[in-house]
């Protein structure tokens, strides 16, 4: 007896085959979105712990410079092999861009030394060995020459025109990440600098640790590498991205509900019959059920397919940001895996129990008479959303009771979701009690009419422009949050960049470069830094230090402090923490903290200060601090203040050719602050695509829905048409009805949207890296972003009604009769 059953049920799509369309649209949509996330942070944390392999050895001992963009000389390489360390292999690193755009590493080797170590000997191959000989050929890992499209012989063309290869295509997969794999011969030709960026050591006794550490000239450090690191490192980056992606899989969801739920009501007839002729509740339940696994089965498999497209478009960008903020090497092909395809069967099973339970229970629950009485699909819609109204209020008490709770990101993702379900759940209220109260106070009886044909007409509506709603807002805070972001840390750059150029040197050198700077006539005043690093309980602390100058004290930008802040910085046992620091170590000015050896315990915070540089510990200490704790330890830096700022570039060239410096050590200000700006814009693209996906499905959604409730409509349109109404009236309405509910949304969405806004900068920023600001408005691209909806709806709605009038209105009649 199920099978007739089902077969009748699904004998509905036969007469509407146009909800096929709709209801897979929905759930596709959602699952794609949602995978294409779920694929994008499940394939980089892979990546983190496969990056840290080569040719699939681990090396967790690294030999690396003190001082950044500083190399390590070849000659204490040669002394290491010499005293036994045959487990080293050295590395140069050039950072490449393609003439795509996409940033990808040159990673130079020793071909010999690495067969030597290679476990398995999976590096014993001839391949390695023609790394050795001209032309220099590259190695190349399969999924990145996948996505380049590459085969052996092919070359790669780079972004100031050269080309590099010959490529041959690793094809024992001992590769991964963006990464390209030369001799160093070839490193060195295309402008690499004599020594290596870092020497890899296997693992090795803590006596012969020990006794390397010893060996370690001035300058170089070992470093024991975790795993572990980057995981925890791109936590926040991660679950940002997951939260936009749970964003679009609800709104994908919505659309997904009011298609199950229309056809539902639809088949109240059939429904209806089935049960007067003795099919029971329990074959009824069976049967749908079965439907909705059909459904479930189709939308993950081809969300899975979807998914894993969008998720490939958006890897580089990904990988671009990783690779910016984090130094990470994620590879740019993603495969598909079962790993994250599983979570989105989960959420797929969740979300249509959820989306088609309410319409179920009420179609079951409704006495068969009533079904077989072609009721009016309006009838229901006003009780739905007075009981949604009520899920929403009980939703918004649950959303003040977790702003109750101690502030994390965590909880700020979640009280946004909870907030942005209940306005989404009254949204359709709202707008239905107010076009009710219009259709009965308005004098005008065409305007009655208009606004109580456009509350009817929510019954099948309401869901999508929920969706709408949420799309809507959700595109709005994030593009203040964005935008806010950015012009904060544009700012903040341009108080921090106090000097016109910055330098890197070792060292060694950095005393006389800083004497002879100070001896040119263009040169007004020339800073020092120091930086060193220390692990504690909360984290890495980077210790940092500061002259006493007065441009040393305006390039700081303070949030709060004690009176007199930069004299007891400079004369007394006083420090300066960075703002992240002051929210994880719970401080404040005035406070004492107890920092590690040398620097010993009862330091008083005398101001916090603003850094968007790093969400990490910093501090702040005065030159004669720093020389008392740490004397000629750390990293060393050299600012550099001009009279004469058009004199920048002639005095660059004299620094380089003088001290034979690299060009990476020696930045201007300007190049410094476009570089920063570069990897924020490129950080957040995947952000903003997100929400502009989201917002086009939620229009696709209002629009379909808007398609399928008018075919419904069929009798209603056809009998206005033979009252006297012209076609192009009806389109009218039909445009006109879809505008007025996007606007009344609009004005629904826009203060929701600040409202997320400002969790987003207040709670989930500040929490999840330790930084505040001040919120911006974009009154611009608000208006653009209306503009732009509200003509597809208007499109939307003239098009389902234009569809509908084309056939003559008597025809029309008889067949909805």
Known sequence: MLFPVAKALLGHYRKHPLQIFLVWLGLTLG???????????????????????????????????????VVIPQAFYINLRRAGYTSCMPIQTLHLETNEKIDISMVGIDPIALMQISSGNLANTDNMLSLMRPPFPVLISKPLASYFSLKDGDYIELKNQSNIGPVIVDKQNRLAGSRLFSDIALTKMLGHKAGFNIILCGAMSEQKKERLERMLPRGLQLETHKESGLTALTNAFHTNLLAMGMLSFIVGLFIFYQAMSLSFVQRQPLVGTLRQIGVSTKELILA???????????????????????????????????????????????????????????????????ACGWPLYRLLTIEPIRLTARLSLARFAGKEFEVQAIIACVIFVAAYLINLLPHSHRNGFMLIG?????????????????????SYTLPSAKARWF?????ASLSYRGVAAMAFM????????????????????????????????????????????????????????????????????????????????????????MKVAIPDYWYSLHHGRNVLISESMSLKWDLKPGDYIDLPAPMGNNWQISGVYYDYGNPYNQLLLSHGTWLKAFGGQGKTGIGVVLTDQAKRTELIGRVLKQYRLSAEQVSDNNNIQIQAM???????????????????????????????????????????????????????????QLLVIGLFTILIALPLGLILSQLLIDIVMKYAFGWTMEIHYFPKEYTITFLWTLLALTVAGAGTIWRVTKRQAITSLRESL
């Not at 969008?310 to 960008?317: C, K, V």
């Not at 606004?451 to 509350?455: E, T």
């Not at 696709?700 to 075919?711: K, S």
Request: proline residues 2%; hydrophobic residues 50%; contains cysteine.
């Open 451 to 455: 606004f109580s044909d456009s509350a």
């Open 288 to 354: 749908m059920s079965l439907e909705v696994i059909i459904w479930i089965i189709i939308g993950w498999i081809s969300g899975n397919f979807f998914g894993l497209l969008l998720a490939n478009e958006l890897m580089p960008t990904v990988s671009n940001s990783l690779y910016s903020l984090y130094n990470a090497e994620v590879d740019l092909l993603i495969s598909w895996s079962w790993d994250w395809s599983y979570q989105s069967l989960l959420m797929a099973v969740l979300g249509c129990v959820l």
């Open 31 to 69: 699952v794609a979105l949602l995978v294409g996330v779920l694929a994008i942070n499940h394939h980089a944390k892979v990546s983190y712990s496969e990056g840290e392999k080569l040719f699939s050895n681990p090396f967790p001992n690294r030999i690396r410079s003190i001082q950044d963009n």
């Open 418 to 438: 909870f907030l942005m379900i209940s306005i989404g759940l009254l949204t359709p209220f709202i707008i239905w009690k107010f076009f009710d109260w219009l």
């Open 470 to 557: 949420l799309a809507l807002a959700s595109n709005i805070g994030v593009e203040t949050m964005v935008g806010s972001f950015r012009a904060t840390t544009n700012n903040w750059l341009e108080q921090r960049l106090a000097a016109d150029i910055y330098i890197e040197p070792s060292k060694a050198s950095a005393g006389r470069i800083s004497y002879w700077l100070e001896k040119q006539p263009e040169v007004k005043s020339v800073w020092r830094q120091w930086k060193i690093d220390y692990q504690t309980e909360f984290g890495n602390l980077e210790i940092i230090s500061t002259g006493s100058t007065e441009g040393e004290k305006n390039a700081l930008t």
């Open 678 to 736: 570069r990897v924020f814009d490129r950080t957040f693209i995947v952000t903003g695509t997100l929400g502009n996906l989201t917002l086009v499905i939620a229009v696709f959604g209002l629009f379909f829905a808007t398609l399928v409730g008018e075919i419904s409509r069929q009798r209603q349109t056809a009998l206005l048409r033979c009252l006297g109404l012209s076609g192009k009236e009806l389109v009218l309405l039909g445009g006109l």
